[in-house]
């Protein structure tokens, strides 16, 4: 089943009798009553208390919210939802008490994906990946990252790349691309990952990037991936094309790599359990979003929590992703990624939807389109039928009955 963004019903008109989750607003206001948002050309006209509708408004197109509790379209910013088979049987082998790093060094881990992927052409690739995304989709997201990183050749990047844009175009939802050419080994490189890292940041990267396939470019830096002097040679690729980037940053150790990425200014850094009082200095300089990750936490039952509390002190802004990926995180709701945030890393109800909102719009250098409802912006915002914002975060394993408004169209409508 392919959405056509083509065949949805058109948005614009006025959204009455809403309740505005918590910080939903661009502009940080709080409204005391019953709200309204007001479309026109797929783009947020007007939005405010209901009594304060424009009268030139008035005879426009209704659609009455029933008093439906309203958010911003939910922005997932870090996945890696394009990539050929799936990895259950590492699963198993986890529980039978192999770990990630052992599956990795074996052979296994990323490069499996990496074969799976390589064997699949465009339009198988797209067939497998498009149920994910709609799956994604249904939870109420209106904007996602994708990454390259199982092809580690440029055809098989451009393949996957080029997979990602269709999708956007396909469902109509905002895609970024993000470059994940250093994501591991490939075995053709044994032994030889500098010569590897030349070829990412000589070849695959400006290739990619002429091609307009790549929004931004991240990096795994671990000790079973790449080094901090190879990442910063990555880095410096993309400073050189004007690319922003991001990193896989002490998701296993802690490698100095958040440090390092808030210096090129990176936009997040991404996983983090490790990550130093130095490395939440840099990043709060530098701007950079903190990427809370807990389905990948959960996945490899990690026992070392994310520093939230130090950078909830130090203000650092923190989102919460999937990381949707066959390996660590086969999670595709992104409302359950906000529930584990909340359940396993102790943020409160407000951080989550702000983790799932806004500050995973920043995460992707969206802010000022994404992840908030104010004039001007694009029209994306889901009505949820519940009581209290707090639902977003509380239940788990369903899906309370939405509406979804997606790139000012009906993507999805609740039924009662
Ligand atoms: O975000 N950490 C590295 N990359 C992915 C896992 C990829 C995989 O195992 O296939 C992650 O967890
Ligand atoms: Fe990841």
């Known amino acids: 089943m392919t959405m056509k963004p083509a065949n949805l019903a058109s948005a614009d008109g006025v959204w009455d009798h809403l309740r505005l989750a918590p910080g939903a607003l661009a502009d940080d206001r709080a409204i005391e009553g019953e709200a309204a948002i007001v479309v026109a050309d797929g783009h947020v006209r007007w939005v405010g208390d209901r009594t304060a509708l424009p009268a030139d408004c008035a005879a426009l197109p209704r659609f009455d919210g029933g008093g439906a509790l309203v958010t911003p379209g939910l922005v997932d910013c870090h996945t890696h939802l394009v990539y050929g088979g799936q990895r259950a049987n590492e699963f198993a082998l986890r529980l039978a008490g192999a770990s990630y790093e052992e599956i990795a060094q074996a052979g296994g881990g990323i490069v499996s994906s990496v074969r799976a992927t390589r064997e699949a052409d465009e339009d198988a690739l797209f067939a497998q990946s498009a149920p994910r995304l709609e799956q994604l989709l249904a939870d109420g997201v209106c904007a996602i990252e994708i990454k390259s990183g199982y092809g580690l050749a440029l055809a098989h990047e451009r393949k996957q790349l080029r997979v990602a844009r269709r999708l956007g175009e396909a469902y109509g939802v905002t895609v970024r691309t993000t470059f994940l050419g250093a994501h591991a080994l490939p075995p053709e490189y044994a032994g030889r990952s500098d010569d590897y890292i030349d070829r990412v940041c000589r070849e695959m990267l400006p290739a990619l990037a002429a091609e307009g396939l790549v929004d931004a470019v991240d990096v795994f830096c671990e000790r079973i991936a ?191």
């Open 226 to 416: 790449f080094t901090l002097a190879q990442t910063e040679r990555v880095f410096q690729a993309a400073q050189a094309l004007g690319l922003p980037v991001k990193l896989h940053a002490e998701q296993l150790s802690d490698m100095g790599g958040a440090a390092l990425a808030a210096r090129y200014g990176a936009l997040s850094c991404d996983h983090i359990e490790h990550l130093s009082a130095e490395g939440i200095a840099a990043m709060r300089e530098a701007g950079t979003v903190a990427v809370l990750l807990p389905g990948a936490f959960y996945t490899l039952r990690d026992t070392q929590l994310p520093p939230i509390a130090a950078l909830r002190e130090a203000g650092v802004p923190m989102a919460v992703s999937t990381d949707h990926n066959p390996g660590t995180s086969p999670a595709l709701s992104l409302l359950l990624m906000a529930n584990m945030a909340c359940t396993l890393f102790r943020l409160t109800v407000p951080e989550a939807l702000a983790g799932i909102t806004r500050h995973a719009a920043r995460a992707l250098g969206l802010q000022d389109t994404h992840g908030a409802i104010g004039p001007g912006m694009p029209a994306n915002f889901v009505l949820w039928q519940l009581q209290d914002a707090a639902e977003l975060a509380y239940w788990f394993g369903q899906r309370p009955p939405r509406t979804v408004v997606r790139q000012g169209r009906i993507a999805l409508e609740a039924t009662r």
